[in-house]
RNA sequence: AGCCCCGUGGUGUAGCGGUUAUCACUUCGGACUCUGAAUCCGAUAACCCCAGUUCGAUUCUGGGCGGGGCUGCCA
């Protein structure tokens, strides 16, 4: 194992521990090889990134591969967008397939060979019976299937008929190639399962060359087996199709088609509360433009987290305390968003933006007059520098940040209070402005010139801290406000799921932040200082027109006294 | 219904014959603070049930019960 990252003081998942034993035993006398195997049918979501990570993961630390590939079967779903968005999602996360990027129809011919040599050994015969009586046929789970007609034919006629197949004689779904296995397996996928079918549908990579398509069972294990995979891991649903995938491998090495045995390990997948993860429903979310697209920042989808300004790194820390096991699991959303956080919490410059602006008049103050304040870009770590922010008689402040009338523990600014400007002064509230409606137009206030940088020399003592920004010289950009996408933790539970959307899940404002912003580049990250982290919208967003979206929130005290 | 899998605090997760039952998130306190942030400290809270094996079972065996998956010419 690679011994910087193998774990040796924390405990090893069951698969970690199956794959140590292995290596120990020289199970494979050969490097530990992976496979992360997506369908080009959709976006990756959250989910996919813990099979990416496992795999990917594993075969780092125990000095062996992954390899990249796709399992297009299925011409009807599958295309090249999805194939383009899958590599650029698996390499943000931070993965390399290097040069083994491969796909299931790239082993299309080898695998009608196999199919050839299954039919040879009698193990393999093309079933003439219609969808409906092979379902029919097939029993139920406490009726043993019935044996097709068709079961017995000879090798030649079944040579012949493949054949035909494949040259495009027959009609779609007029015959389909089955594995001869067990009728009467309490195990339905054990009662001659299809191997082949016909349809008529061009493939994204191999055109027309192709009306007939091997299934996912039979696929799936041959081509583990072509790329020497050692250990194939998947998802919960597959359990009971291990042991079909073990037959379909055990009969072709038993034929000396296969060199190379891998075993198949099943493990839970991930389930978030607050979520949805299908991607039906996904697509529904888009389709319905519920959402604006796949990439939305509310979309549990990899470019939908990433354009929400996500670090892979906190997803993979995320992971890591996820963890692997066979358990139905859901996972509470406030542990990613803890991950998102002290990562973003480590890497943000900090800056000042007000949301909702509240005027703020100094009237000690000059008209005129600017001072540039120095302010740290982060309080913990001096050696991201630091910057100046222009300081004025006009500020906005939070509105918020004030209270004519303060309940007891709220100690921001109000009549008769002091307060400071985070790294610039002691203010004091001396009046307001208010509208015919009785809504607060301005707070007037004087200053205290002896607090420059937010001290007082007298050694006197504020209970709070606000940011602000200078009227004249802010920037002007629009604040994506998001929050989580459904009302439940489970938005399953309810018949519908759309019913259970959060209406308050986006919230647009145009916000005024410190000169510093101006010309903020696509993707970077900020803390707007006691608000949350911000990142600059990688699709919308121009020097002209910025456009930030609020990636999460800092946690935030206030909110629950002010509840309670 | 059949087959397969799973069952440790609210949520995940370690431990696999003898432990004050681990860690993280959450929740609730407190300390500190030029972000009511971060950080630090503390509290609450768990072995599905019943038998059996054993000096001793969360750990082993059997049976219940509970939960999930599968039963597609999808993957």
């Given amino acids: 194992m690679n011994p910087s990252k193998a774990k040796q003081n924390e405990s ?52 062996g591969i992954c390899n990249l590939r796709y399992d297009d079967t299925d011409p009807e779903k599958e295309s090249m967008e999805y194939v383009e968005s899958i590599q650029e999602d698996v390499r943000w996360l931070g993965f390399d397939w290097e040069d083994r990027l491969y796909f299931a129809s790239d082993y299309f011919e080898q695998l009608y060979k196999f199919a050839v040599e299954l039919i040879k050994a009698g193990k393999a015969y093309i079933c003439d019976l219609s969808v409906e009586e092979i379902k029919e046929q097939r029993g139920t789970s406490d009726k043993p299937g019935i044996e ?67 299934s996912y069972d039979y696929t799936h294990g041959q081509s583990d087996a072509i790329e020497g995979i050692t250990h194939s891991l998947c998802s919960l649903e597959f359990e009971t ?28 997948r991930l389930n978030l509360t607050y979520t949805v993860m299908s991607k039906r429903r996904l697509l529904e979310l888009v389709k319905k433009r519920i959402v604006s697209g796949w990439d939305d920042p509310r979309m549990p989808t ?35 968003e803890s991950c998102v956080r002290e990562e973003l919490d480590k890497k943000c410059n900090r800056v000042m933006a007000v949301l909702r602006p509240l005027k703020v008049i100094i009237q000690n103050y000059p008209e005129g007059k600017i001072e540039e ?30 209270l004519e009338d303060p309940p007891r523990k709220f100690y921001r600014l109000s009549p008769g209070r002091e307060v400071r400007l985070r ?4 203010i004091k509230c001396v009046g307001l402005v208010k509208d015919e409606t009785g809504e607060i137009k301005e707070v007037h206030v004087t200053y205290d010139p002896e607090t420059k940088g937010g001290f007082a020399p007298d050694g006197r003592k504020v209970k709070a801290t606000l940011h602000w920004v200078a009227a004249d010289q802010a920037v002007r950009a629009e604040a994506r406000l998001y929050d989580r ?20 899940s986006l919230d647009v404002v145009t916000c005024l932040g410190e000169p510093s912003l101006a010309g903020a580049s696509p993707g970077s990250r900020y803390q707007f200082e006691r608000l949350g982290y911000f990142c600059v919208d990688s699709v919308d967003s121009s020097p002209e027109n910025l456009v930030f979206n609020r990636t999460i929130t800092l946690r935030d005290t206030w909110s629950r006294i002010k509840k309670s």
């Avoid at 001096?382 to 939070?398: N, V, W």
Wanted: aromatic letters at 12%; proline letters at 7%.
């Fill in 12 to 63: 090893l998942d069951f698969i970690r521990k199956i794959i140590t034993e292995d290596v120990k035993n020289n199970k494979y006398n050969r490097q530990i090889m992976t496979r992360f195997p997506p369908e080009p049918n959709g976006y990756l979501h959250i989910g996919h990134a813990k099979s990416i990570y496992l795999n990917f993961g594993v075969a780092e630390e125990f000095n």
């Fill in 148 to 214: 097709s007609p068709f079961r017995n034919r000879s090798v030649e006629e079944n040579l012949d008929l493949f054949e035909r197949m494949r040259k495009g004689e027959f009609k779609d779904g007029s015959r389909v190639l089955r594995a001869k296995i067990d009728m009467s397996s309490p195990n339905m996928l054990i009662r001659d399962p299809i191997m082949y079918r016909i349809k008529r549908v061009p493939h994204y990579r191999t055109g027309d060359e192709w009306v007939i398509y091997p």
């Fill in 241 to 268: 199709h291990r042991p079909l995938y073990n037959w379909y491998r055990d009969q072709l090495l038993s034929l000396n088609m296969l060199k190379y045995c891998p075993e198949q390990i099943e493990f839970s």
């Fill in 302 to 336: 990899l470019s939908g987290l990433r354009r929400r300004g996500f670090p892979p790194a906190a997803i993979r820390s995320f992971l890591d305390k996820v963890g692997i096991s066979k358990r139905e699991n859901y996972i509470d959303l406030s542990l990613l």
């Fill in 373 to 402: 304040l120095e302010a740290p870009n982060h309080p913990k770590d001096s050696s991201m520098g630091s910057r100046k922010i222009p300081f004025s008689r006009t500020l906005y402040i939070e509105q918020d940040d004030f």
């Fill in 423 to 426: 790294y610039a002064y002691y």
């Fill in 485 to 504: 996408l459904f009302l439940k933790e489970n938005p399953l539970e309810d018949a519908d799921f759309l019913k259970t959307i959060n209406p308050q």
